[in-house]
């Protein structure tokens, strides 16, 4: 968990190991049911609408983020990063990418 911590200031994107279901991951799920039932409290306050509130909300969207390194433009190129960014949402959906190639060929 140290580790996992430490990571996080010196780089900015960490990998969660084993996800929702891993050490990391289940106190992060955790601090999210936490401050979703504070909402709910302090919004309904009295109010029992008997709902599960250890589950997460509907997602608005889905993230879906894709990177290589691949040698471009001929195979024999040095490999450089290839980035392809999508967003999908209710009624809309965004796709960005970013791609590079070796312009020094040897």
């Known amino acids: 968990m140290e580790t996992f911590v430490s990571s ?45 509130t250890s589950q997460f909300p509907r997602p608005t969207g889905r993230e879906f983020i894709l990177r290589t390194s691949v040698p471009r433009p001929a195979p024999y190129s040095k490999p450089t990063h290839q980035r392809m960014f999508c967003v999908l949402m209710q009624d809309e959906f965004r796709i960005a990418g970013a791609f590079s190639e070796d312009t020094s060929f040897q």
Request: hydrophobic share 35%.
């Open 8 to 52: 996080l200031l010196e780089q900015p994107e960490v990998p969660v190991i084993g996800a929702a279901k891993g050490p990391a991951g289940s106190l992060i799920k955790k601090l999210f049911i936490d401050a979703q039932r504070a909402f709910k409290s302090t919004d309904e306050e009295g109010s029992s609408t008997g709902q599960n």
